[in-house]
């Protein structure tokens, strides 16, 4: 029996096969075309997505082959311009301050020549047919393109086929939304105006508006172009765009002289606002568009499913080999159902910004909201709140049941505990100096679960034998499955199990003034900091989380 059967190999299949692989288990990954796409599909790579390819060491291949964002405008009727600089991205604590453009099918690439490092490969042509599932597992039905049926058995059934989920319809999940009245078309095409190039345009009109967004190659650009229904001839939402149609719009509601050329993408289609009532049916479970779909304003759905992926592969992987109870998959749905929610308000919002309302609204977009955009979109405020949810590195687990605490003791070193990151939050990017290390992100990396000791900030706190003796042990004792470091301030070089954490800054910005600790789940999440460090209650706490420290035989068999 496998332990997983994964359908679908798009960017949420293929990261969901990998990190499972990459925990050991075994599952196949099943894809009903019977060759890659082609098409350029998802074109925005958020900082926290990138963050997750960092963890998988395919992050610089991922930047060197995209276009980095760099800047926004906004350009209304009669060609008045505005533009936003994206200034605020600079502060964000990540390796990846900025917004990448990638097309879908490269970042198809890059995942499964990763997931190929693990020995897996996608099995193309190979439709699920049917299911049933029962307490010990799923039996699932696949087709292949010449009708040959093969059953396959495994303990979890996972449904990242997209909006059209067979999986999701096989679970009895109900899909509920909203189409938009909205018509839509969308080009990759070579783009000569000018505007310039290299950066993210908005153009409304009272015909509607058009959305560029840079793309790899010479004046390469992703156009959007969103307006009502009644402007397009009826019933032709199935006919095929052509050039010179895309051309007769863009001449309709473009503020500025354009040519298009070289297409490489044309196509028309609706936009949807649909999303699960629960994530899990037993041993089923969806990510990804078959969990939510939504308008591609943000540039959030393709990183949301990466992250559901992301999020759920390291439970199934404790849990499969007895290490967790089952009731630590019913946090997946917690966990990631209120963030699809949060999705679907967040892009409905910013569309019915960009596209909503009658004539009235439109006008305003295209005669008012250019000449204001800079004052509105500038404002150190509205660039955080916007950043902050775009690059998704705001996203927070803090009410899960999994986020946990225990402050005790006095504050020392001018910091305080709960001012660093909360249980439940990402631990951010910063410096720090270990054995073949420079940054904390590379310390998190791989599959495991982290322990940061740290010692304080607090001129007598050195190395101390007890605190490296104590991670090395606990280490020993949990083998693959922990990490355990000391960070210790003022330390300038590192050791075995130690981190130099030169100017104390990574102290100070987990507000680690007197000695504590931080247990950081597999997905870069905190999920419990505890003041002061005691032994017996920071060994209860693993145990917990992890089970009883392995067997010599059980760290053989992990390894």
């Avoid at 990138?50 to 009727?77: H, K, M, P, T, Y």
């Avoid at 402050?407 to 001012?419: H, N, Q, T, Y």
């Avoid at 950081?520 to 089970?547: F, N, S, T």
């Amino acid at each position: 029996m496998l332990d997983a059967l994964v359908v679908g190999a798009g960017p949420t299949g293929l990261t969901m096969a990998s990190e499972l692989a990459r925990h050991g288990l075994r599952c196949r990954v099943v894809e009903q075309l019977e060759a890659p796409s082609v098409l350029s599909r998802a074109l925005v790579v958020q900082a926290r997505t990138l963050e997750v390819f960092d963890d998988f060491g395919i992050a610089d291949q991922a930047v060197a082959r995209g276009r980095r964002a760099e800047g926004f405008n906004v350009v209304g009727a009669g060609g008045v311009r505005s533009r936003v600089p994206m200034q605020v991205f600079s502060r964000l604590e990540t390796r990846f301050p900025f917004i990448l453009m990638l097309p879908q099918d490269a970042t198809e690439a890059l995942l499964t020549e990763y997931l190929g490092t693990f020995g897996v490969k996608v099995e193309r042509g190979l439709a699920l047919e049917d299911f049933r599932q029962d307490a010990d597992g799923v039996e699932a039905t696949l087709k292949r393109a010449d009708g040959r049926v093969e059953r396959v058995a495994a303990r979890w059934l996972l449904g990242c086929d997209g909006a059209r989920s067979r999986v999701r319809k096989g679970a009895g999940i109900s899909f509920e939304g909203e189409t938009y009245d909205d018509a839509c078309v969308l080009a990759d095409v070579r783009v000569d105006w000018p505007l310039g190039q290299g950066e993210m345009v908005i153009m409304p009109s009272m015909h509607g508006v058009v959305a560029a967004f840079p793309m790899p190659g010479e004046n390469r650009y992703r156009l959007f172009c969103i307006m009502p229904r009644d402007t397009l001839p009826e019933g032709d939402e199935t006919t095929p765009l052509t050039l010179e149609e895309m051309r007769g719009i863009l001449d309709r509601m473009m503020p500025v002289p354009v040519r298009v050329s070289e297409p490489r993408w044309l196509t028309r289609y609706r936009l949807h606002r649909r999303g699960v009532p629960r994530y899990r049916q037993g041993r089923v479970f969806l990510a990804g568009d078959a969990a939510h779909i939504h308008s591609p304003a943000g540039g959030q759905g393709m990183n949301t499913g990466i992250q559901d992926a992301y999020n759920l592969a390291w439970k199934l992987a404790l849990v499969t080999r007895g290490r967790a109870p089952e009731s630590l998959l019913d946090t997946y749905e917690q966990e990631r159902h209120p963030v699809g929610q949060m999705l679907l308000e967040g892009t409905d919002r910013i569309f019915g910004i960009m596209a909503r309302g009658g004539s009235f609204s439109r006008f305003l977009r295209a005669y008012v909201a250019p000449r204001l955009a800079r004052g509105l979109f500038g404002s150190a405020f509205t660039q955080r709140r916007l950043t902050r949810f775009v690059s998704q590195l705001a996203i927070n687990y803090r009410r899960s049941p999994l986020s946990t605490g225990r402050i005790w003791g006095e504050e020392v070193g001018g910091v305080r505990l709960e001012e660093g990151p909360a249980p439940g939050e990402r631990v951010p990017e910063l410096p720090v100096k270990g054995e073949g290390v420079e940054r904390l992100h590379e310390v998190l990396r791989g599959p495991q679960h982290t322990l940061l000791l740290f010692t304080g900030l607090e001129p007598e706190a050195r190395v101390g034998s007890e605190r490296v003796a104590l991670a090395r042990r606990l280490e020993g004792a949990y083998g693959p499955l922990l990490k355990a470091r000391v960070v210790v301030a003022g330390e300038g070089t590192p050791g075995p199990f130690v981190l130099a954490d030169g100017d104390g800054a990574v102290h100070r910005r987990f507000g680690a003034g007197a000695e504590c600790f931080y247990l950081v789940r597999p997905d870069g999440y905190v999920g419990h900091r505890e003041r002061p460090i005691e032994p017996k209650r920071l060994e209860a706490e693993l145990a917990r989380r992890l089970g009883p420290p392995l067997a010599g035989n059980e760290k053989r068999v992990a390894e």
